[in-house]
């Protein structure tokens, strides 16, 4: 460049090979710079490759050079790039040319140089570190006597594991590659793609089909416009119109572009696929959620899943965007290059090529800055639909407290969250928008002036430039794409991320590979040395034994935290044992299907959730096969049946979310009723009867006496009035059985459980003292 400005009197010119190489090489230069300052800064093998296959090439161009140089030669000239002035000696231009290639040659040598001697020093490093782990370092045994081992987490046995959140949220960019970030997401192709069924994977064939003709269509159409422009640009004024060449424009324009038939058809085509992929992966995470056990749903926050379930499936549409909008992206960009080539020139691909390299450099960069804050925006946003929800659901809690103001506020900071994290996101978009235009408008500044001057030197024709300038149109649409479909990819990928680690969560509890179903159930169940804790710092059952005979009753006393609900878990298969063994008719539940146990076991929560459906839907719920009758049948023996019919819709009476339209009473006998309909040989009641007064609790103590005849029955009693009649009396006390019998055994032992049944007896002696003292006044 210097010389030929400085010689422009004598227009000196390079030629175009020069000009190509010098700006090609500078071009290839700074791809490797940009990749040392993105990477670790010392040399890695990707940067040592090319250092070493450039020494070759220099040496080659050096080489010749000089040879041509030093013997007589013509230099190229603006007129004349084959031509020229003779020069019978090298010229101090062509000195600096090959000092400059010299240069080049030392620093590769230096390069390369320097990263074999890294690379020995780390070699030799890796020797010493593995001749110094080659001796025994750990001694056999520890200070007391006893061998140090390693557990299978690779952890020694003073350590231990920290606790990790199961369900953790992501907060930053993961510190991988993209293939390694994106092969995660390889979780979700099962989902998208329709092996099932053939027919959608005909219609995947013919979308492709129709992909390759739109590119067809995006090449002809530019193409036809030169061809108008020059049919117009010679006319001699004669009514001579193509009409052949504006029809073929018309045609192919009708056929190209995102409105145009082609993708019309295509869009109709895929749209069973979309609908597939919405079908398998939004159902599959479903009942992924429903397998996850107990523990996970206990911990979980209802908002942040229903956030992931939702927000997370628009995954669906990530196989269609890549597919569809990426692929022919990438595909029109190389096309345009190669057009560029093969219709213009070396120059126009070159400057084409540069513009694409450095367009998509800045989106992928910007970005990937972007991403934190996208994904801080994303985090507030489920944070905000958590608190709506949390505060929504919780509406009693909330009045009964007057806590509307605190509410009120909490959502209002979750908000301002949302909205500060989303102006940060705003301003990054905006900002890519901005270097991705001036990055643009370089480029066509360039391949305008070089077509320009061009067609001012009489080498193309008018029409050639309008050909450039609907190219260049053209090339903005894929490359505006990939800027707002990569910030589109990378918003679904980061909403996707929630969806993907509640996919990994993996079930605690899931049937062993030779588990077998409990087909007859008899109903004794055994408690052998039980050993559970739902954290390993805090045991719940420490030993714990017992057993429950078929068609008996069973009670568990004692105080909260004894471990009563956790022996309902234990046996609803909620958790597995970390010790012993729970047996039903001397099987262990661990070798029987999860199914199956949970097919034979009823049970009357102290909580009785009901779905906000008809009443009739949920006592059908238990048995999906039950008769009116039976159902009928059911409510009479539960003391629910005439104040159901009391209602005005009868069976057909909405319960409200949560059954909340129902008093506590009701929904306890609608839960008891929902279990007789199941008729299972083993019956779980938790304070069945707490929420009832003492009329109906009577009435109902006399239907489950008849239900439970030839069944197994657990009770949780807090109230010991209403297990006198058990068979057999555990009574709890820090996960370990204190005491077991029956009633009148128990109280002749003096034991915990008289105390407990005499505290009970005093409190009942002052209520009644209070209320006739009340009465009196």
């Not at 390299?357 to 905000?384: D, G, H, P």
Request: charged letters at 15%; glycine letters at 6%.
């Amino acid at each position: 460049m210097a010389h030929a400005m400085i010689s422009s009197s004598e227009q000196w010119w390079c030629g175009q090979a020069v000009v190509v190489f010098v700006v090609g090489s500078f071009f290839a230069h700074t791809i490797i710079f940009i990749s040392l300052l993105d990477t670790n800064r010392s040399p890695s093998i990707a940067q040592f490759i090319p250092w070493l296959s450039a020494i070759p090439f220099e040496v080659a161009i050096i080489s010749t050079s000089v040879s041509i140089y030093s013997h007589a030669h013509r230099e190229p000239t603006v007129e004349d790039p084959f031509g020229g002035r003779l020069r019978t000696k090298i010229t101090f231009w062509e000195v600096l040319e090959i000092s400059a290639g010299s240069v080049r040659i030392s620093f590769l040598t230096l390069l390369v140089a320097s990263y074999i001697f890294k690379s020995a020093r780390k070699h030799c490093a890796f020797k010493e570190a593995d001749e110094a782990d080659a001796g025994e370092t750990t001694s056999l045994l520890d200070s007391r006597g006893n061998a140090n081992s390693v557990d299978s987490d690779g952890l020694a046995d003073c350590q231990q594991a920290p606790e990790v959140e199961a369900w953790a949220r992501p907060l930053t960019t993961p510190s991988t590659n993209w293939m390694e970030y994106l092969s995660g997401y390889s979780l979700f192709f099962p989902y998208l793609w329709p092996y099932k069924s053939l027919r959608l994977q005909v219609v995947v064939v013919i979308c492709f089909a129709i992909l390759i003709v739109q590119r067809a269509a995006n090449i002809l159409v530019p193409y036809q416009v030169g061809v108008i422009a020059d049919s117009l640009s010679t006319s001699d004024g004669t009514l001579q119109v193509p009409w052949i060449p504006i029809c073929l424009y018309i045609i192919y324009r009708w056929l190209q572009g995102s409105q145009g038939f082609l993708e019309s058809v295509r869009s109709n085509l895929w749209i069973s696929v979309s609908q597939y992929a919405y079908m398998e992966l939004s159902t599959a995470a479903f009942e992924h959620v429903h397998n996850l056990g107990l523990d996970f749903h206990l911990g979980k926050k209802m908002g942040e899943v229903l956030s992931a379930l939702t927000k997370g499936s628009s995954i669906n549409t990530f196989l269609e965007q890549v597919t569809f909008q990426v692929l022919p992206m990438f595909i029109d960009l190389t096309i345009a290059i190669e057009n560029f080539l093969v219709v213009f020139d070396v120059y126009y691909a070159l400057a084409v090529a540069i513009m694409t390299f450095f367009y998509l450099y800045s989106t992928v960069k910007i970005a990937s800055w972007r991403a934190n804050m996208r994904r801080q925006m994303v985090n507030a946003s489920r944070q905000e639909d958590a608190v709506k929800n949390d505060s929504l659901v919780s509406y009693e809690t909330v009045k009964y407290f007057n806590a509307e103001e605190y509410e009120f506020n909490r959502y209002r900071e979750a908000v301002s969250d949302y909205l500060r994290a989303e102006w940060h996101s705003l301003f990054a978009q905006n900002l890519m928008n901005i270097f991705q235009n001036v990055i643009f408008m370089l480029g066509l500044l360039i391949t305008c002036f070089i077509c320009a001057y061009q067609v001012a030197r009489g080498q193309r024709a008018v029409g050639q430039f309008v050909t450039l300038l609907t190219y260049m149109a053209q090339l903005q649409a894929p490359l505006n794409i990939f800027g707002t479909f990569y910030r589109y990819i990378q918003s679904a990928l980061i909403n996707a991320e929630r969806l993907l680690e509640l996919f990994r969560v993996q079930p605690s509890v899931v049937d062993a590979p030779s588990a077998t179903p409990l087909a007859v159930c008899h109903g004794r169940i055994s408690f052998n040395d039980i050993q559970f804790s739902y954290d390993r710092r805090r045991p719940a059952l420490k030993g714990l034994s017992f057993d429950c005979m078929p068609g008996t009753t069973t009670a568990l006393v004692g105080e909260s935290g004894g471990g009563k609900s956790t022996i309902f878990r234990l046996l609803y298969r909620f958790y597995n044992p970390n010790g012993g063994s729970l047996l039903i008719d001397g099987h262990d539940t661990q070798t029987l299907t999860i199914d199956s146990v949970r097919r034979h076991i009823g049970i009357v929560p102290q909580d009785t959730v009901l779905f906000n459906e008809t009443i009739m839907y949920n006592l059908r719920y238990a048995n999906q096969n039950a008769t009116d009758e039976e159902v009928y049948d059911a409510c009479r023996a539960a003391s629910v049946h005439d104040q159901i019919m009391a209602f005005p819709d009868g069976y057909a009476t909405k319960v409200g979310d949560r059954g909340l339209r129902l008093s506590g009473g009701e929904k306890q006998r609608v839960a008891i009723a929902r279990t007789i309909i199941k008729k299972p040989q083993i019956i779980l009641l938790d304070e069945a009867t707490a929420a009832l007064d003492s009329e109906t609790e009577q009435n109902i103590q006399e239907a489950l006496s008849v239900l439970s005849r030839g069944r197994t029955v657990l009770v949780i009693a807090h109230r010991l009035s209403t297990i006198t009649t058990a068979d057999n009396i555990v009574v709890l006390h820090e996960g370990r059985v204190a005491e077991s019998g029956t009633h009148a055994r128990l109280l002749a032992s003096h034991g915990r459980y008289t105390t407990m049944w005499q505290k009970q007896i005093h409190a009942q002696t002052e209520t009644v003292g209070l209320e006739a003292l009340s009465g009196k006044l």
